[in-house]
């Protein structure tokens, strides 16, 4: 049997499981019925909703403009699949091609997607993230009871980790009225994505919206009264302020764990896949059954010196979702890569934040349009020469020209006239991003290094 | 611009009616540099690209000596309306007029005018009973959008028919062709518009009213925000009346879609979309200029050149629309450029929007076509802001 013949099998008659029940589940499922797959479909997810949509979670449906129950994703066809949800998966047997779940169900597969994306990072303390007052915010459910807390009468609300989850709640509050602090262990917000030098102007915006910013400071505790509520929070300069709500927001945490012992290349880090959104196994070797996407997936990137890159982004959870499952039903030379530009927006305080390219590998940075003290401007950050990312503030409509810069290896600086160019000349600064070593909140781009099975990845940029 | 020229066979009256010939000659060569050193682009992804791209300006003063300058202001004039500058200063305008307009701080602004527009529908078509033939620019495009940008100024309805008149001598200016008494014209016409504006802003200064001007009196410099009440009725005018009958043409040469429509109303999105791609009110856009050397498709644009993004051309580039000549309202991801990209998007798409969806079903349902009176019908002057000078069908009957 020719392994064409095994691919037209398969889109006949074969089985997919995807485990992972989101945004790249469920663009994935969509793609393989659109491209002809007959066989059968499992959509496996551990929340009991059906795909759900959450962007707006940490904007509008914390403003009471959007129900967190109304952010169903739409349906671009029908799927003709078996849902099952509510429970997790809990290991894959590669051997036997199962997949079991908590419940003890096993599913098997002859083609399986792992879509399972990534979960808030807990607040280190178990006791004290348990204390009635304390929320991360993740999930449909987390945004309901967020909500529900802040318009129920409170007055100040902590903020621990100023990434764009944390800066967007911080936003949301000041919306409502409320007065919030914002604890920030960087120096200042929007670091580990942007750098230090358009940090400064993210943390004018939150002080100017009259946020009680305080960075180069860590929570070192939250304390409860009797009733297990939230009443203090203690910092690590000394001092401690009076709380009732305390929002952790530091970043996500690869929803991997479930593949320990599996032999697939899964760690905190990712996924390892191929271009292919084929995952390698613990020696580097790519498996042909197996394929991820979405946030928990990490694959080599070409313009970015072909580390792995995971992205924990809308529009790559989509693009690499219908890639992955492109190929998963296709014959080898058929397959497309991954090569997806990196891209993400936020709005808060007004703003619209947008950026392409891959900005923590930026050595220098010009302001190419607008002007940083007018909170509007492009700039542009340089890698060797070339130009490698663009962030924008409320002017995203030029970054699709920036991503062609990005593709085509652009030269940097930038020399050329451009309109709202304020200065004759630009001075390459150097972007301050915080040392790669220390860990910070929520960069949305992480470059995870060289190696598919590396499960310790220490990257050092090599500044000039 | 030398005769025979592409360029000047597009903006030849001669080829008014059927320019699409025209444009797929061009698209074989996707930017073209014409003997004067004006380069013309005509493929979707180049035009789209370019519209895109900060190293072009639409501030025409960035072109060297002896080039038409179209919006700088001329002696005494205005000073050149947003469309016709670069940020900063374009985006200042631009988000200042943007608020009492659109979203996000006057989300309902629009749809607070869609009644009064259909009011205005209704009077129009109740006046085709009894006749068994119309002039559908005459008779019922033309006089919409002017109510409907008077409206969102805030003009007093009775001072509407002076706008007509400007508004006509306004839209010939932007054709390339216009010459120096179309640009006269144009000129005076924007003096005697800004001398009643700025009686009509400094009224609303003192007593406010509906309208944007009110809200933006005291936002901007009289000067400003009368060139920008002068863009809006050029840009919003002449562009809605030609979609509005491009629209109908279009569906009474394409009978088989018309049946479709008539039973299935919520055709008409896709419908409208499909016109926008298939014939777009705004042709092609003249007024750009290089401020560095910019490579597109193999060619190098020099520092200075003007440059002509084809935009009906664009919307039937194959390589982006399959079967592109064919009318095909089912079409799917119809990103056309009907309504520009980038930053200079089209302002008033939202509004020109609802009143080809208050105008053109309504249309529908209520007039029983018989059929063209004049295929090809008579054309406008302007290549640029194409469309039919009337558009005489006969019909058959009216319902209520």
Redesign the interface.
């Known amino acids: 049997m020719s392994a064409d013949t095994d691919v037209e099998v398969l889109r006949r008659q074969g089985r997919i499981v995807v485990v992972g029940a989101s945004l790249a589940g469920l663009r994935a499922a969509e793609t393989l019925r659109e491209q002809g797959f007959a066989g059968s479909l499992t959509m496996i997810g551990d929340e009991p909703y059906e795909p759900y949509d959450r962007p707006p979670l940490s904007k509008q449906a914390l403003l009471g403009r959007a129900r967190p129950e109304d952010t169903a994703l739409p349906r671009r066809r029908d799927i003709d699949a078996e849902w099952r949800l509510g429970v997790a998966a809990e290991s894959l047997d590669r051997d036997t091609r199962q997949v079991r779940l908590t419940n003890g169900d096993t599913v098997p597969y002859d083609r399986l997607l792992i879509t399972t994306g990534t979960r808030a990072r807990p607040w280190f303390h178990p006791e004290e993230a348990a204390l009635d007052g304390v929320f991360v915010l993740r999930t449909r459910d987390d945004s309901a009871r967020l909500h529900r807390k802040l318009t129920g009468g409170v007055s100040r609300v902590l903020v621990i980790g100023a990434g764009f989850t944390g800066s967007e709640v911080a936003s949301a509050c000041r919306e409502l009225g409320l007065e919030v602090t914002v604890a920030e262990r960087g120096p200042a917000p929007l670091v580990g994505a942007l750098g230090g030098v358009i940090g400064a102007v993210a943390d004018r915006l939150q002080r100017k919206h009259g946020v009680d910013l305080r960075c180069g400071i860590s929570v070192t505790a939250l304390e409860g009264d009797d009733m297990g509520r939230l009443k203090r929070a203690h910092l690590s300069d000394g001092s401690a302020i009076e709380v009732e709500v305390a929002v952790v927001s530091l970043g996500a945490m690869r929803n991997t764990e479930w593949l320990a012992g599996s032999g697939v290349a899964a760690g905190p880090r990712g996924i390892a896949c191929d271009a292919g959104c084929r995952v390698f196994d613990v020696n580097g070797i790519v498996t042909d059954d197996i394929y991820a996407a979405g946030d928990v997936a990490r694959s080599p990137h070409p313009l970015f010196d072909y580390q792995f890159l995971a992205l924990e982004h809308w529009g790559n959870a989509v693009e690499q979702a219908e890639i992955a499952a492109h190929n998963m039903i296709c014959a080898g030379p058929d397959r497309r890569p991954h090569l997806w530009l990196p891209m993400f927006w936020s709005t808060q305080f007004g703003v619209n934040i947008k950026s392409v390219g891959v900005p923590p590998l930026g050595d220098q940075l010009v302001v190419?349009?607008?002007a940083l003290d007018?909170a509007?401007f492009?700039a542009v950050y340089g890698y060797r020469g070339r130009v490698i990312a663009a962030a924008s503030f409320d002017?995203a409509?030029?970054l699709?020209?920036y991503g062609?810069q990005i593709a085509s290896g652009a030269p940097f600086p930038p020399e050329?006239?451009?309109?709202?160019?304020r200065t004759e000349t630009l001075h390459p600064i150097d972007p301050a991003f915080p040392d790669p070593h220390l860990p910070t909140h929520g960069p949305t781009v992480t470059l995870t290094g060289h190696s598919p099975s590396e499960r310790r990845v220490t990257f050092v940029p090599s500044h000039a | 611009m030398t005769s025979g020229t592409i360029a000047a066979q597009i903006t030849d009256y001669a080829n008014r009616a059927d320019p699409y010939p025209l444009f797929a000659e061009l698209r074989e060569q996707p930017v073209r540099r014409e003997d004067d050193g004006t380069y013309l682009v005509s493929t979707y992804y180049e035009v789209r690209?370019l519209a895109?791209?900060?190293?072009?300006?639409n501030d025409t003063s960035n072109r060297p000596p002896g080039y038409t300058r179209v919006g700088q202001p001329v002696e005494s004039g205005l000073p050149p309306s947003f469309i016709f500058t670069?940020?900063?200063v374009?985006?200042r305008l631009r988000d200042t007029i943007n608020r009492p307009f659109g979203p996000p701080h006057s989300p309902r602004f629009l749809d607070g005018l869609r009644g009064g527009l259909a009011e205005v529908v209704t009077e129009l078509l109740d006046a085709f009973e009894g006749k068994d033939q119309v002039d559908i620019v005459e008779d019922f495009a033309y006089p919409l959008p002017v109510t409907a940008i008077c409206k969102v100024l805030g003009v007093p309805r009775e001072d509407e028919p002076r706008f007509h008149g400007w508004a006509d001598a306004l839209a010939s200016s932007l054709d390339p062709q216009a010459g120096e008494d179309g640009q006269g014209k144009a000129q005076r016409a924007r003096q005697d518009m800004g001398a009643y504006l700025a009686d009509l802003i400094e009224t609303k200064r003192r007593r406010p009213g509906p309208g944007i001007l009110s809200a933006l009196a005291p936002e901007m410099t009289p000067a400003d925000l009368e060139a920008t009440a002068v863009l809006l009725l050029v840009a919003g005018h002449e562009t809605t009346v030609n979609a509005i009958t491009n629209t109908t043409l279009t569906l009474l040469r394409h009978p088989d879609v018309l049946e479709r429509f008539q039973k299935d109303p919520s055709l008409a999105v896709p419908l409208i979309e499909e016109v926008l791609r298939y014939e777009p009110p705004v042709q092609f856009v003249p007024w750009t200029t290089a401020?560095?050397?910019i490579d597109v498709a193999d060619t190098t644009i020099p520092?200075g050149s003007p440059v002509w993004l084809m935009l009906a051309a664009a919307n039937r580039d194959p390589r982006r629309f399959e079967d592109p000549d064919r009318f095909d309202p089912d079409r799917e991801d119809n990103e056309h450029l009907g309504f520009y990209t980038?930053?200079h998007y089209c302002f008033g798409a939202p509004l020109a929007r609802m009143e080809l969806h208050v105008a053109v079903p309504e249309l529908f349902r209520r007039v029983t076509f018989s059929r063209l009176l004049e295929d090809p019908p008579p054309y406008r002057a302007n290549a640029v802001l194409r469309g039919p000078r009337h558009l005489p069908v006969a019909i058959e009957g009216l319902t209520a």
């Not at chain 2, 895109?52 to 300006?57: I, K, M, Y």
């Open positions: 190419a349009q607008g007018e509007r492009v002017r409509k030029w699709g020209f062609q050329y006239r451009a309109v709202d160019r | 690209s895109n791209d900060p190293r072009l300006s670069d940020p900063p374009h985006d401020l560095a050397d520092e980038g930053i």
